[in-house]
């Protein structure tokens, strides 16, 4: 193997790394947001959006600027889906980095994290970064939600 070769094998893998690091850091920031009670006041509660079931967005936990970027980046996932594959506790979205970045996934999470903090966020590079994946699970029933907010056909 020549210079060139390990230089490229080193690069790449300094540039895994960092993804990753990124990923931790994003995902453990948004983990630790997850994690914060703040209490509700009477005028906060009409925000939040009720459903049927267990599940609620609190609106009030992004501020105008993060909701109009939120919904640009949730359009931009929903819009460059490559596959949908359903699993026993959610569904796992995939997507080619060519579109999606792993940068993107990351900052769509640390947002939902704060409004949806019922779900449980996977972020996977597969295939040497060929495949990207976001994974969203969470606790019985949160499924019907899924397939409503992000426009997935029942089977």
């Not at 390990?6 to 300094?14: D, G, V």
């Not at 704060?114 to 040497?128: A, G, M, N, V």
């Not at 992000?150 to 089977?155: P, T, W």
């Amino acid at each position: 193997m020549n210079n060139q070769s390990k230089q490229l094998i080193t690069t790449r893998k300094r540039s895994l790394r960092g993804a990753t690091l990124a990923v931790v850091m994003v995902v453990g920031v948004a983990g630790q947001m997850q994690t914060q009670s703040v209490p509700v006041t009477v005028e906060e509660q009409s925000q939040t959006i009720t459903r049927p079931d267990k599940f609620q967005c609190n609106r009030n936990a992004l501020n105008p600027t993060e909701r109009t970027h939120h919904k640009v980046l949730t359009d931009k996932l929903i819009a460059n889906r490559t596959e949908i594959v359903e699993t026993a506790i959610g569904y796992e979205f995939q997507f080619s980095p060519a579109t999606v970045s792993l940068a993107d996934l990351a900052d769509w999470v640390a947002v939902e994290g704060k409004c949806c903090q019922f779900f449980d966020f996977h972020i996977d590079l597969e295939r040497r970064g060929g495949l990207l994946c976001l994974r969203l699970t969470g606790a019985e029933g949160v499924k019907p939600f899924i397939r409503s907010e992000f426009r997935v056909s029942a089977k």
